[in-house]
């Protein structure tokens, strides 16, 4: 599985959770619309290890981010609920099937929440491994 496979395999499985608010693609002009809460991903590639069992494979470990955006003068539990739903629906052990291909989700936790000037942010780091 090719790093742009992964990412694409990542999206998908985010783009068919039920009732997802508006996602920011990675690397694209968003504008936030006021008072809708919204998620922002990011896909970033850690590290890589290799392993011969028969040939040479490359094991290649990421994280998916996805930083939960709600209007700052919101109850924070909406986006505590959306997290809930975020982590089952990326749960550890969840196998994503992108070509033919498998990526592993092995590890999944929200960060601490931060506020700016406009939103309550919760970070939920999505750990992954794959073959190359």
């Known amino acids: 599985m090719s790093k742009k496979i992964a990412s694409i395999a990542l999206s998908r499985r985010l783009s068919v959770m ?13 504008t936030p619309v006021s008072g809708e809460m ?8 850690t590290g890589s290890n290799e392993y011969t069992l028969k040939g040479s494979q ?36 969840t196998v994503l099937d992108e070509q033919g291909q498998k990526l592993e989700i092995y590890k999944v936790h929200p960060l601490s929440s931060y506020v700016t000037d406009a939103w309550y942010v919760t970070p939920l780091m999505v750990y992954f491994r794959f073959y190359a």
Do not use: M, W
């Not at 039920?18 to 968003?30: D, I, S």
């Not at 990421?62 to 986006?79: M, P, Q, T």
């Open 18 to 30: 039920p009732n997802l608010p508006t996602v920011a693609p990675e690397n694209t002009e968003f």
């Open 38 to 45: 919204y998620i922002e991903e990011q896909t970033v590639f």
């Open 58 to 93: 490359q094991l290649n470990f990421g994280i998916y981010r996805l930083y939960v955006y709600a209007d700052k003068g919101s109850s924070k539990f909406n986006s505590l609920d959306l997290l809930d739903d975020l982590s089952s629906h990326f749960a550890k052990g």
